[in-house]
């Protein structure tokens, strides 16, 4: 499960992070991310033997930032999870492997988006997928939790996956999974691509785990085009929420560090919106 992190909170967020390669660790570091999102794929290399991992996790544990999650779950081609061809067993055995790298590097979570694995083919119902969508969680949360990994279900854009695109859809089967280690991702571009909104947040926040955010119109850092994070931070304050967030952006370093302290001046002003 997430863990508290070293030293007082904010008073949201028990750090934030940035999505990066691990080589950047120490420019990331020096522009005020407290830790790195990695790629499964990339990082933790769960379709090739441990020996090949192991460079992987002696790099990590001499970074200067943690890897605390990892995103690109599950990517092409590895195995479908709704659909006629619907593999969960090679899944879930992907999965263990990933979770138990994650988690000897001192990793706390892994972002499940993956649209390609769960697209839905054409006339495969919404309903059939939700069936399998559920039992895959319900047999991933026991093996994450295991290892003391939360599995964060992220909704996606229309434009890059026809399931789970709303924030309700995913609190709809993380609920139905009723697995402690199964969490909502509540990430601000794609909530505000599809047109949620502040209510559909607070009604997610009993299963929300993760907060992941970038501006809405070209996926840039915080304080590039100026969106205005506070309505949303209410939220999270009001919920008393207090997990990890990070950032799913890239720009200049100094880009990087105004986005962490845009971060920190709209939680410092959201009392002055409201929600």
Known sequence: MLRAAKGPPSPLFTGVGIT?????????KACGADFIVESVARFLVPDRP????????ERAMR???????????????????????????RVLAFAETAFRRLRAVGGEYIVFGSNTARQLPPGWAKGKADEQFVSLLQAMG???ARHGITVAVEAQRASECNYLNHLPEVVAVVSAANQPAIRVLADFFHLARMGDTSA?????????????LAENAN????????????????????????????IEADGTP??????????????????????
């Open 20 to 28: 990066a390669q691990l080589e950047r660790a120490a420019v990331l």
């Open 50 to 57: 441990d020996p090949e991992f192991e460079p992987w996790r």
């Open 63 to 89: 970074s200067p930032l943690p890897v605390l999650g990892c995103n690109s779950f599950l990517r092409d081609p590895r195995p479908r999870c709704t659909g006629p061809n619907a593999d969960h067993p």
């Open 142 to 144: 026991p093996l994450a």
């Open 200 to 212: 559909d947040l607070a009604r997610a926040m009993p299963w929300v785990g993760v907060v992941e």
């Open 219 to 246: 996926r840039t850092l915080p304080g590039v085009a100026g969106d205005d994070f506070r309505p949303l931070f209410a939220v999270l304050a009001a919920a008393g929420y207090s997990g990890r967030m990070d």
């Open 254 to 275: 100094e880009q990087i560090r105004n986005a962490f302290a845009t971060i920190a001046r709209q939680v410092a002003e959201m009392g002055q919106v409201r929600r």
